[in-house]
C-alpha cells in the first residue's frame, strides 16, 4: 500500500527557509502529479502548489509564487518544498497529495482531484 510521509517541518522565525520532504513509500509515483496543501489553525485547507508528472509543469499559488519551489526526484520517489523568505501568514500544516492517475492539470488547484494524502507535517514561522 502506497503512503506519503512528509518531513522537514518545524519552527523558523520570518524572512528563514524550510525545505519540506514527502517520501512515497510501497509504490512508486510515476505518471502522478503531486501537490502542497496547507491548513491554518480555524481556516480552510489551501493549495500552495502542484507538479506534474514527469515535470514539466508547476502551478504555484499567487501568495507563494516566488517565495517556495516545488521540485520531484522521480527516482527517489521523493517531492520537495522549498520555501524561502517565510512569512508567519505561511504558519500551518503541510500536506503532500498525489492527483488521481488522469487527473486534468486545469484542476491541480482542487483538493478533490488528489486522492492519496500524508499525514502533514507542520509549520511554523514566528514574527
Known amino acids: 500500500q502506497v503512503q506519503l510521509v512528509e518531513s522537514g517541518g518545524g519552527l523558523v522565525q520570518a524572512g528563514g527557509s524550510l525545505r519540506l520532504s514527502c517520501a512515497a513509500s510501497?509504490?512508486?509515483?510515476?505518471?502522478?502529479?503531486m501537490g502542497w496543501f496547507r491548513q491554518a489553525p480555524g481556516k480552510a485547507r489551501e493549495f500552495v502548489v502542484a507538479?506534474?508528472?514527469?515535470?514539466?509543469?508547476?502551478n504555484y499559488a499567487d501568495s507563494v509564487k516566488g517565495r517556495f519551489t516545488i521540485s520531484r526526484d522521480n527516482a527517489k520517489n521523493t517531492v520537495y518544498l522549498q520555501m524561502n523568505s517565510l512569512k508567519p501568514e505561511d504558519t500551518a500544516v503541510y500536506y503532500c497529495?498525489?492527483?488521481?492517475?488522469?487527473?486534468?492539470?486545469?484542476?491541480?488547484?482542487?483538493?478533490?482531484?488528489?486522492?492519496?494524502w500524508g499525514q502533514g507535517t507542520q509549520v511554523t514561522v514566528s514574527s
Open positions: 507538479i506534474s508528472w514527469p515535470a514539466s509543469r508547476t
Open positions: 510501497g509504490r512508486t509515483f510515476s505518471g502522478y502529479a
Open positions: 497529495a498525489r492527483a488521481r492517475l488522469g487527473a486534468p492539470w486545469t484542476l491541480a488547484t482542487m483538493g478533490g482531484e488528489y486522492d492519496l
